[in-house]
């Protein structure tokens, strides 16, 4: 899977000569936190509710209601945005995305072919796009854990056992130690009648348990 495939491609864009404050009143309408900055067609930066937020007069200021609103209308988004921004390609791999994101510390990415913002990739679209399809959140089923049972000839031992029960794989990964616990497969099948399945599996050896939903 590549960033085009699960980034948003409608992305809303600002110049730097935007007032802070129509920026923010964009966010609020878009229901965005962040905004890419374009100027002639080529990213600039990238301004954030956070950032608008931090510029704002505080409710203690001794400026007047007047005085307030003037200095927030004279505000361009040039003077608070972030001016170095983490991009990404839109044929980069979801893991290289990621992993790119995660080693910067950014919650967006702009997408740039060529130059050109063509899309934003966030935080949101791995969780939804990707990380729920993984936890089948909002999928039928039962999801099981099978401990000791991430070596391929334990996986394909227990596929064929799934393919024979005649249930469908929704999904199936190899899930990491938490604590103590030994490595373990995570399988997601579209029934919640698995009593046969378990009972199959669990008669060569393996732990297994429902995983709540």
């Known amino acids: 899977m590549k960033v085009k495939d699960i980034m948003t491609w409608n992305v ?3 110049s730097s000569d935007t007032p802070i404050m129509e920026a923010r009143k964009m966010m609020e309408t878009h229901k965005v936190r962040r ?10 930066g990238i301004v954030t509710l956070d950032r608008i937020i931090g510029v704002s007069p505080s409710p203690a200021t001794s400026l007047s209601v007047w005085e307030m609103n003037y200095l927030l209308a004279k505000m361009k988004v ?9 991009t990404i390609d839109p044929d980069a791999s979801v893991e290289q995305a990621l992993a790119r994101g995660f080693n910067m510390k950014v919650g967006i990415m702009p997408v740039l072919e ?3 913002v063509i899309g934003v990739v966030t935080t949101t679209d791995f969780m939804i796009k990707m990380l729920n399809v993984a936890l089948g ?5 039962t999801r099981l854990n099978i401990s000791n049972a991430n070596q391929p000839k334990n996986i394909r031992e227990i596929m064929d056992i799934t393919d024979k029960s005649g249930m469908k794989i929704i999904a199936a990964h190899t899930m990491p130690p938490a604590e103590e616990t030994p490595n373990g497969f995570m399988l997601h ?3 919640d009648n698995v009593k ?7 008669a060569k050896g393996y732990k297994v348990t429902i995983v709540p939903r």
Do not use: A, Y
Request: net charge neutral.
């Open 78 to 86: 040039r003077e608070i945005m972030q001016k170095d921004v983490v």
């Open 189 to 191: 099948v579209d029934s």
């Open 137 to 141: 959140i909002g999928k039928p089923g």
């Open 12 to 14: 809303i864009t600002v």
């Open 114 to 116: 060529d130059g050109k």
């Open 35 to 44: 905004l890419p900055v374009v100027d002639r067609g080529k990213l600039v």
């Open 196 to 202: 046969g399945l378990i009972k199959d599996i669990e």
